[in-house]
């Protein structure tokens, strides 16, 4: 089936350091999404990206749409202590509006 | 504001014995979705309804069944619950028709199903 590869599994920073995480694939997406889960709860949408080259901010995030449109990024600048959880992302297919999710990068605070 | 809701956040419920879960949604979204998450894993789609037609994944097992009796509301039923099936449910919603480019989905806060 289909794969998202993302990377890194786990990260563990220093409160106030940038973040950088990303998703690669061999399929072409129509739109790639980032979603942060704290424990216990539900995945809430970041941001949403839909053209290639697309480049969108939400506060301290930033992410890109490959120009390929078989990966993207997410960065966080200056990373404070609620910003730990998982995050995902995951993609869209042309040919289908179901989601294609990668395995998760979990972002610990060094204490 | 537009919500999906999931109840019970938490759920125990013996081997063996049924348990439904349910979901509802204010967004007025014409897809739902029942995903099964374990531990810090990526979610995995259990079925989703897009209006009234059923779909289910090929490795979605049969004691696994859903229900929409309207657009608001879908229901999980687990038939015969294992241990193996102890895991987070999530629901989600969104919206999908002819021209609309996104395929954003909005997640409820999930059950925690405990099997004994």
């Known amino acids: 089936g289909q794969q998202l590869n993302q990377s890194p599994q786990s990260m563990f920073i220093q409160e106030g350091e940038d973040v950088s995480m990303n998703c690669t694939s061999s399929s072409i997406f129509n739109t790639w999404l980032w979603y942060k889960q704290d424990p216990g709860e539900g995945p809430v949408l970041l941001i949403a990206?839909?053209?290639a080259g697309e480049l969108t901010s939400n506060g301290r995030l930033t992410a890109q749409f490959g120009i390929t449109r078989k990966d993207s990024f997410l960065n966080i600048s200056a990373s404070i202590p609620s910003d730990v959880g998982i995050y995902f992302c995951?993609?869209?297919?042309?040919?289908?509006?179901?989601?294609?999710w990668g395995a998760g990068t979990k972002l610990i605070i060094k204490p | 504001d537009a919500m999906v809701i999931q109840n019970p956040r938490y759920q125990v419920t013996q081997f063996g014995k049924p348990v439904t879960l349910s979901c509802s949604q204010t967004l007025n979204h014409n897809v739902m979705y029942w995903y099964q998450q374990k531990s810090s894993q990526a979610p995995k789609l259990l079925f989703h309804?897009?209006?009234?037609?059923?779909?289910n994944e090929a490795d979605t097992p049969d004691n696994f069944q859903s229900r929409r009796p309207n657009t608001s509301f879908c229901f999980l039923d687990i038939r015969s619950p294992g241990l193996g099936d102890a895991a987070m449910y999530l629901c989600?919603?969104?919206?999908?028709?002819?021209?609309?480019?996104?395929?954003?989905?909005?997640f409820g806060p999930g059950t925690r199903l405990t099997v004994t």
């Open positions: 309804y897009y209006d009234k037609d059923f779909n």
């Open positions: 989600a919603t969104s919206i999908w028709e002819r021209g609309y480019r996104g395929c954003e989905q909005y």
């Open positions: 995951a993609g869209q297919l042309e040919s289908n509006y179901q989601l294609i």
């Open positions: 990206l839909y053209k």
